[in-house]
């Protein structure tokens, strides 16, 4: 069975770092691209960015180009989300989620969810 | 880019049946038969209803299901159910971009 296990909620003060986890499990980690969305509250959804765990080839949406780094460690099947310096703007939820085919096809797995909370 | 359009509310009775549009570009809903369907429960993660227009993954109910017409696409569930209330959101492989394209959810409420 495939499961996508992300790391629990966080409460950060503006302008501290914070890096959160999915770690999948059930299928080959590094044949599927793995992402995250962001759904900010009372909001829709929002891809932030996509990578491919086998050669780390990571895109961006452009408007979280700069603002957050995603990474892998396909030696434990895990994928991470990296602030460096935390907004009250980027209080939201975060899934992680695999496409089903390349980059751009539809989700077929989600994570839980992790919730990030900045406030002062 | 901007997200595919979808009405941000709809609602009906139990036992009918509801067609929600999304409407995007020839750059993207126009262009390929790559539209999708999430369904999302208050506090929980989405779930893929329908995928490459009016595919059904295993487990979903054959009450629901997927057109497309130019740059638009339509989710139609029939039957409604008290279930079935739940924010719907469109999807679609885009030439503009490596990632999807959602559109902005539109929420049923079954009366």
């Known amino acids: 069975e495939v499961q996508l296990v992300q790391s629990g909620a966080e409460v950060k003060k503006p302008g501290e770092s914070l890096k959160i986890s999915c770690k999948g499990s059930?299928?080959?980690?590094?044949?599927?691209?793995i992402g995250w969305v962001r759904q900010m509250p009372g909001k829709g959804l929002e891809w932030v960015g996509i990578?491919?765990?086998?050669?780390?080839?990571?895109r961006y949406s452009p408007s979280f180009q700069g603002q957050v780094t995603i990474s892998a460690d396909k030696s434990i099947s895990t994928a991470y989300l990296q602030w460096s310096s935390l907004k009250a703007s980027d209080t939201a939820m975060y899934y992680c989620?695999?496409?089903?085919?390349?980059?751009?096809?539809?989700?077929?797995?989600w994570g839980q969810g992790t919730l990030v909370t900045v406030s002062s | 880019q901007s997200a595919l359009t979808q009405p941000a509310s709809v609602s009906e009775s139990p036992g009918q049946s509801i067609t929600i549009s999304c409407t995007g570009t020839?750059?993207?809903?126009?262009?390929?038969?790559?539209v999708s369907w999430y369904q999302q429960h208050p506090g929980k993660a989405p779930k893929i209803m329908i995928y490459?227009?009016?595919n059904r993954p295993s487990g979903v109910s054959n009450r629901f299901s997927g057109s497309k017409s130019g740059n638009t696409a339509f989710l139609t569930i029939s039957g409604l159910q008290a279930e079935d209330e739940a924010t719907y959101y469109c999807?679609?492989?885009?030439?503009?971009?490596?990632?999807?394209?959602f559109g902005g959810g539109t929420k049923l409420t079954v009366l």
């Open positions: 989620a695999r496409p089903a085919r390349g980059s751009g096809s539809y989700v077929d797995y």
């Open positions: 059930g299928y080959s980690f590094t044949d599927y691209w």
């Open positions: 990578i491919y765990p086998d050669d780390s080839d990571t």
């Open positions: 020839s750059s993207d809903v126009g262009a390929y038969n790559y």
């Open positions: 490459d227009v009016s």
């Open positions: 999807s679609s492989y885009t030439t503009d971009s490596v990632l999807e394209l």
